[in-house]
């Protein structure tokens, strides 16, 4: 049985350790994970091919407005507007309905894929953003990875840069900008272990503090 009540969203630099962490978390409140479980979970819902949300998953989109999207979210699937919207806008509201829908059943872990935004007027949602030093994640990465530290890099410079263009251009947030989020922490200087012990730690009191609110 869950010791939480919470819905936690995990946003992430590449090689910050985002993963592991979520699923530490996970383990330790006993709740559902969701990463790439929520690609699965959208396209079997929106009966989209699923290679489809891999290929688009957390990638930049095509210029398009942003109003737009989201007045079509609005009037959901059925609406004439979805049948001639781009394939990245119906994957990114299939998503969208996805992580509401399993935020729904329960307490769970959600990590990227702009969860917290999706989930941003619930009150029993904490967010975090994990970030870490660049060189030491390149470290990390090469090691994990087996590639040299310039591969690595390229990886990580891509990687960030890919996941912020999406973040921001469907949040109209900044991806990583502290105010967008409940926690931010470096777990270079945490450390893995440490630092999922101090989101449980912040969880418990977001948790603690939910009847004043």
Not at 11 to 24: D, L, M, T, V
Not at 154 to 161: A, G, L
């Amino acid at each position: 049985m869950s010791n939480t009540s919470s819905i936690i969203t995990i946003g992430r630099e590449y090689g910050s350790g985002g993963r592991q962490i979520g699923k530490e978390i996970a383990n330790y409140f006993g709740i559902k994970y969701y990463d790439k479980e929520l690609l699965e979970h959208a396209a079997n819902d929106s009966g989209i091919c699923k290679e489809l949300f891999e290929h688009h998953d957390e990638k930049p989109t095509n210029s398009f407005l942003y109003s737009l999207v989201m007045d079509t979210y609005s009037f959901g699937y059925s609406s004439a507007g979805f049948s001639d919207m781009p394939m990245n806008h119906k994957i990114f509201l299939a998503q969208f309905d996805a992580i509401k829908k399993l935020a729904g059943e329960g307490p769970c872990v959600m990590v990227g894929r702009c969860a917290d935004y999706a989930l941003a007027d619930w009150k029993d949602c904490f967010s975090v953003f994990v970030h870490a030093d660049f060189d030491w994640r390149i470290n990390r990465i090469a090691a994990k990875y087996n590639k040299s530290p310039k591969e690595a890099r390229d990886i990580i410079t891509k990687t960030d840069k890919s996941r912020a263009s999406y973040y921001n251009y469907y949040t109209n947030k900044k991806w990583g900008s502290a105010k967008s989020y409940n926690l931010c922490i470096d777990s270079s200087k945490y450390g893995i272990d440490n630092t999922v012990k101090a989101i449980i730690e912040s969880i418990k009191i977001f948790d603690s503090t939910k009847v004043s609110r």
